[in-house]
């Protein structure tokens, strides 16, 4: 697969990581680099740019005729999937937004729950919190997959909707489908994870209310539950 320009290691997880399809769609499409590869090197056929705002849409826009990929491609002026058909799409990327931003892209969104689409979320916070709405709504999340950005580490989620409704360990909803013996960025970003969790423990402790305390608890076993495993993984 060629490169495509203007791709760092987290876009590039992203190209890695769709499966060939007929069309895919990049909402928040910022230049267009990733959609623009997957139309490129053959991943899609057709991609769909999506963008809130005319500026980065306009910069898709020229990165696809610079690789002369304008006929292959549309380029839709809207916030998150409003106004996108479902017909023959079926690969959605939603990358580089905050985990709630996700979710409610995906809440608005009336057909998400068409069978067959592949999403592909990449959150840049409150995974957990995204995390548990796709499992309360339906989703699974088939597997995660980190990399490494300017000295950042991002997971990617691969999601499909099944309709089933299932419960995890309070655990699940921070760490995922991240597996921390998988590779280097996966250990990294659980470990990061841990650090972050045992700091805002520190700091609700610092309050001295029941409620944060109690909160704080919940938290510490978390990342317990975090720790353990990459120590079993490093065993």
Same mark, same amino acid.
């Given at each position: 697969? #060629?490169?495509? !320009?203007?791709?760092?290691?987290?876009? $590039?997880?992203?190209?890695?990581?769709?499966?060939?399809?007929? #069309?895919?769609?990049?909402?928040?499409?910022?230049?267009?680099?990733?959609?623009?590869?997957? %139309?490129?090197?053959?991943?899609?056929?057709?991609?769909?740019?999506?963008?809130?705002?005319?500026?980065?849409?306009?910069? !898709?826009?020229? =990165?696809? =005729?610079?690789?002369?990929?304008?006929?292959?491609?549309?380029?839709?002026? *809207?916030? +998150?999937?409003? +106004?996108?058909?479902?017909?023959?799409?079926? %690969?959605?990327?939603?990358?580089?937004?905050?985990?709630?931003?996700?979710?409610?892209?995906?809440?608005?969104?009336?057909?998400?729950?068409?069978?067959?689409? %592949?999403?592909?979320?990449?959150?840049? *916070?409150? +995974? =957990?919190?995204?995390?548990?709405?796709?499992?309360?709504?339906?989703? $699974?999340?088939?597997? @995660?997959?980190?990399?490494?950005?300017?000295?950042?580490?991002?997971? !990617?989620?691969?999601?499909?909707?099944?309709?089933?409704?299932?419960?995890? !360990?309070?655990?699940?909803?921070?760490?995922?489908?991240? @597996?921390?013996?998988?590779?280097?960025?996966?250990?990294?970003?659980?470990?990061?994870?841990?650090?972050?969790?045992?700091?805002?423990?520190?700091?609700?402790? +610092?309050?001295?209310?029941?409620?944060?305390?109690?909160?704080? @608890?919940?938290?510490?076993?978390?990342?317990?539950?975090?720790?353990? #495993?990459?120590?079993?993984?490093?065993?």
């Amino acid at each position: 697969m #060629k490169k495509g !320009a203007g791709m760092d290691p987290r876009l $590039a997880l992203l190209c890695k990581m769709a499966p060939p399809c007929y #069309k895919a769609a990049d909402i928040g499409t910022d230049h267009g680099y990733l959609i623009c590869a997957l %139309v490129e090197n053959g991943k899609a056929k057709r991609g769909i740019a999506a963008d809130l705002k005319p500026q980065p849409l306009e910069k !898709a826009r020229r =990165e696809a =005729e610079r690789r002369g990929l304008s006929a292959q491609m549309d380029f839709v002026l *809207t916030d +998150g999937l409003t +106004g996108i058909s479902p017909e023959g799409l079926e %690969v959605v990327i939603i990358a580089g937004m905050g985990g709630e931003t996700i979710l409610h892209i995906l809440e608005s969104w009336s057909y998400r729950e068409t069978p067959g689409i %592949v999403y592909l979320l990449q959150p840049m *916070t409150k +995974g =957990e919190r995204l995390r548990r709405w796709l499992w309360d709504n339906g989703f $699974a999340i088939r597997r @995660e997959e980190c990399a490494t950005a300017a000295g950042r580490v991002y997971t !990617a989620l691969e999601v499909v909707y099944t309709g089933e409704q299932t419960e995890h !360990a309070p655990w699940e909803y921070y760490l995922g489908k991240v @597996e921390p013996r998988r590779d280097g960025d996966s250990f990294c970003y659980a470990e990061n994870l841990a650090e972050e969790l045992e700091k805002i423990t520190a700091g609700l402790e +610092g309050t001295g209310e029941r409620e944060n305390c109690n909160r704080a @608890e919940e938290l510490r076993e978390i990342t317990q539950v975090i720790r353990r #495993k990459m120590k079993e993984e490093r065993e």
